[in-house]
């Protein structure tokens, strides 16, 4: 795999649109858990899946696989915080409503440099997770591509 800046900005592009659809969908209180969990751990299996499919993406080493999981890690939770976090400030300091109790109260008592610093942690986090996901789907392509040519 060549990374060039066309396959970057499809991979930040598809990781931005699914981390901003979680940072919708994680304000709703119960949906809110799966939908961080999907963030977390999926996003690279979906963005690699769906970059294989129509062909922007030829998957030809582990590397690969690790690189665009780490890659659409960190750009989906970035987009997520960029959604999620001044939503839920709103929320919190007018209206008191919080989807997690926990996280209305880190967002209500929590100054602007410790919001960024979790939000960098958090997203570093992500792209280790998503990368070893994406470790797993280069794997998991490899043997559905090995099965079909029997």
Known sequence: M??????????????????AIAGILTL????????FIFLICFIAPIVIWILVKYNCLSLSSIKDGIITGA?????SYL????????????????FGLASN??????????GFFILTVVSVFMSVVSATVN?????IT?????????????
Request: charged share 10%; aromatic share 16%; no cysteine.
């Open 79 to 94: 987009a997520f915080s960029a959604i999620f976090i001044p939503v839920s400030v709103i929320l919190v300091k007018f």
């Open 2 to 19: 060549d990374i060039n800046f066309t396959l970057l900005r499809q991979i930040s592009i598809l990781s931005a649109f699914f981390g």
């Open 28 to 35: 709703i209180p119960y949906v809110g858990t799966v939908s």
């Open 138 to 150: 280069f794997y998991v392509i490899e043997l559905v591509n090995s099965i079909e040519k029997k």
């Open 131 to 135: 990368a070893f996901t994406g470790f």
């Open 71 to 75: 890659i659409s890690g960190v750009v």
């Open 101 to 110: 109790y926990g996280v209305g109260l880190m967002l209500n008592n929590a």
